[in-house]
Every structure is written in structure tokens, then in C-alpha cells.
């Protein structure tokens, strides 16, 4: 054995007598970590089957909360998810978030409830933390498990915003679809019925499936249709709807209004595609400069961490280390304010 030069910080040992240098120990505990989050994910059902999202969307409309759950049932996963499950479940309902948190969820297009994925993000943290903390020690834990923390809040926001946009896309055509029904004698539901039958599976599907759904239940068809744009967030649908209330209190051509809103749409799309290529240099310039300080610190960690170690030893590197995080914070901010482009 190599004796440790003097003044060299000594390696983070989580468990005494466990060597956390060596490339086989920091393998082993990095497939655990994997593991761990894997039995989270095949525990819980992430995902699921086309069956189980069905009964996960009829679930919402049961008369029992989605906290509560049903009594009696047994959770997936076996004892260890179901442990997980009933400690997530007791921390959300203690911080009173679970109908935000589902909200999320049901806008992202994912099927688990909020006690499932509290379980899942931290199991994302524990992987974060283990495994930064291997390549950066103490510090690299805290760093690892808010780096969990963030990518685990941003993935839904991320889907989120997918579905946004596919369901944008997917839109005009679908509105063209039901402006052909309606000129061959169908009425409004009964082209949408088969906007929803003869359509792709999407985002545009699952809603409008919804809103029938609901229109069936006895809801009043703009008003489900007008839920739907709000749970997307898309302002195409709204101002389509709007066309509909209009025309049915005046009166006139449903068909040829619907048309106008498509060609309205379809114009604003084009042009919102164009701002987007005149603006990709902006866009792809503020992404370089905001991933490359991370990248640096990163390769620095790995390749000379001795470089970096003062940052958080002294105390005049503490000081830098959180202007550097205020600044960076403001100068990213800033950023994608100046570089997004409303139309």
C-alpha cells in the first residue's frame, strides 16, 4: 500500500472498512444504486400496461380519494415496495401537496399516483448521492442528491411540455378531420368520436377521449373541451372552443368557422417555426454557455480535484462557491428569459 502524501484529504469510507477507491467497490455500489432504482420502478408499475392506465384514469372519477386509496388493497411490489409506499404516502399527505403533485402527474401523461413517484424520487436522490459521492466524496453526496432531487422534479415538466407540443401539432389536422365530418352531415361529438377512432394514438387522442367521456356522463361538450385546453395549457384548443360557444348562440356554419380557426392556426404554427429557426443560434449559444461551467467542474472533480477541493475547505472558497451559485442562478435566469420568444 501506497502511504497518503500529507495534508491529502482522506477518502469518504460510508461503511468502516470499506474501501471506496477501488474501481471494484465504486462498480458494485453503482449497480446497487441502479437496482435500487429499478426495483422501485418494476415495484410500482411505472408505466404499465394500456389496461392499467385505463383503470388508473377510471380511478380518478371513483367517489374515493386518490390518498386514501382502497382499504384492504395490497400494495405492488410485494412487503419492500409496500413499506416504500406507505412512508411515501404518510410523507405526502404531510405536506399537504398530493393533489398538486397528482395534477403534475396527469399533465405529464403519467399513470402513478403521488405516493409512488415520492418513492421515486428518492430513490433518485439515493442514486445521486451514491454515486457522485464516490467520484467527489462528502461533497459530492450533497451534490449527487440534489442533482436526483432536480432531474426528478424536471421529468415531468419535461414530459409535460412533450405532450404540450404533440398535442399542438396534432391539432389542425385533427380540427380539418372534424370540419369534413361536420360538412357530411355528422354533428359536433360524432366527428370527434371519430377524430378519436380513426387518429394515431397521442396526447390529442387521450383527451378528446376524455372530453367524450365526460360528454357521455352528461357534461356539456365546450365545457369538457374547454377542460381539456386548460389541462394541456394550449390556447389553440380554448379560442377553437370559443368559436363553437359563438356560433352556437348566433347561429350560422359551424364547418367554415372551424375552417377559419385551422387556417389561423396553421399560419401561427408556421410562423412560430419560423422564430424558432431565427432564433436557434440564441438558443443553442445560451445552452453551451450554461452547461459548460458544470462540464468543467465535472472533469475537473474527476481528472484534479485538487483544484477544486479549496472551494469548499476554506473558507474564502466557501465565500466564491456561493457567489458563483447566486450568479450562475441569476445569469441562467436571465438567459432563457432572453432567449424564449412568444408568439
Known sequence: MVAAPAGAPAALSIVPGLDMTTPQTALGLVIFGIMLVAILLAGFGVGGSARQRRLAQVDRYRVTTRAGGQAGTPAPGGAIAGTVASLSDRIVRAGGGEERIATKLDRAGMSLQPREWMAVRAGAMFAGALLFGLLAGLVGVFLGALIGWLLARFYPQARERRRQQAFADALPDALQLVVGSLRSGFSLAQALDAVVRDSPPGPLVVELGRALGEVRLGDDLADALERAAGRVENDDLAWAVAAIRIQRDT?????????????????????????????????????????????????????????????????????MLLYAIVSMSVGIFWMMRWIKVEV
Open 251 to 319: 347561429g350560422g356554419n359551424l364547418a367554415e368557422v372551424l375552417e377559419t380557426t385551422v387556417e389561423t392556426l396553421r399560419e401561427r404554427g408556421r410562423l412560430r417555426r419560423h422564430v424558432r429557426a431565427l432564433s436557434a443560434e440564441g438558443r443553442l449559444s445560451g445552452y453551451i454557455l450554461i452547461g459548460l461551467p458544470f462540464a468543467l467542474a465535472a472533469w475537473l472533480l474527476l481528472v484534479r480535484r485538487d483544484y477544486l477541493s479549496a472551494l469548499w475547505t476554506t473558507r474564502i472558497g466557501l465565500i
